[in-house]
């Protein structure tokens, strides 16, 4: 199984469950923190379990901070527009009011499931406005639905995910090489798209991404991770080889006439 598969099985595990044995845990101590909330207590213990702190994210009981500091290093923060939720993101909301940042958020849950309309979560700290009678519990949102404030992916394969999920306002040696692809497939004829002229992942080159997606009939988030930059690599290397068949071939008939 997974990391994302045991993550899921274990979140539904609790279901029903209060926040006694998660604050316990949290804050190492015999005697519960009454009155505290802890839905990201929760989701700290949850990743605890696959030995997953300091590795897919930090442990915390601040909701937004678990992507504030963990974005960038153990995973990354999409906003809900950039991206396709799917099962193992941890899904951010906000109730109202004002926010330090992108990332200050008042409630947190794991996505377990996402079809084409909704987003099903596991969430602790729910169900009652007094979070000693709250308890863990099965919910569901829109995929439209405003109180969605973003999403924090973690690193699962975390090679593979951070020097190939490029998005935009990135900035990275990676990003320039993307766009150096992307370049050679606008001069071979693969897509039509330029990419910008700015030293990071810049409107046009969220274009192109999205030409590229559509033409291979990938997923058009915008975001360039593992199958984008692949399809991208092939289509480049089955150019250049017909490239240079048709100059063999144009040598050869050159050379016939010559001979002839």
């Known amino acids: 199984m997974s990391v994302i598969d045991d993550l899921t099985r274990i979140a539904k595990s609790q279901i029903g469950n209060n926040g006694s044995k998660y604050r316990k845990w949290f804050y190492n101590r015999t005697s519960d923190y009454y009155g505290v909330n802890w839905c990201a207590v929760f989701i700290s213990w949850l990743f605890n379990q696959v030995n997953g702190l300091d590795k897919y994210m930090i442990k915390t009981d601040g909701a937004g901070t678990v992507a504030r500091l963990s974005d960038g ?29 992108k990332y200050h958020s008042d409630h947190l849950g794991y996505v377990y499931y996402a079809d084409s309309s909704y987003i099903y979560t596991v969430e602790g700290n729910t169900g009652s406005n ?22 924090y992916r973690p690193y699962y394969n975390h090679k593979e995910e951070k020097e190939m999920n490029f998005k935009n ?85 050159m050379l016939k006439k010559e001979i002839s």
């Open 73 to 101: 290093k153990y995973g990354k923060w999409y906003e809900p527009n950039e991206i396709t939720p799917k099962e193992g993101d941890i899904v951010m909301f906000r109730w109202g009011g004002s926010y330090t940042d």
């Open 130 to 151: 007094s979070a000693d009678y709250s308890t863990v519990m099965y919910k569901q949102y829109s995929k439209t639905n405003g109180v969605i404030n973003g999403y």
């Open 169 to 253: 306002g990135d900035k990275s040696d990676g990003v320039l090489a993307y766009k150096s692809l992307l370049q050679q497939a606008q001069k071979l004829g693969i897509i039509k798209s330029k990419v910008d002229s700015t030293n990071g992942f810049g409107g046009g080159t969220y274009k192109a991404t999205l030409e590229v997606q559509k033409k291979f009939k990938l997923e058009q988030d915008g975001i360039a991770g593992k199958n984008t930059i692949t399809a991208l690599r092939n289509a480049i290397n089955k150019e250049l080889d017909n490239v240079k068949k048709a100059v063999v071939n144009a040598t050869i008939d």
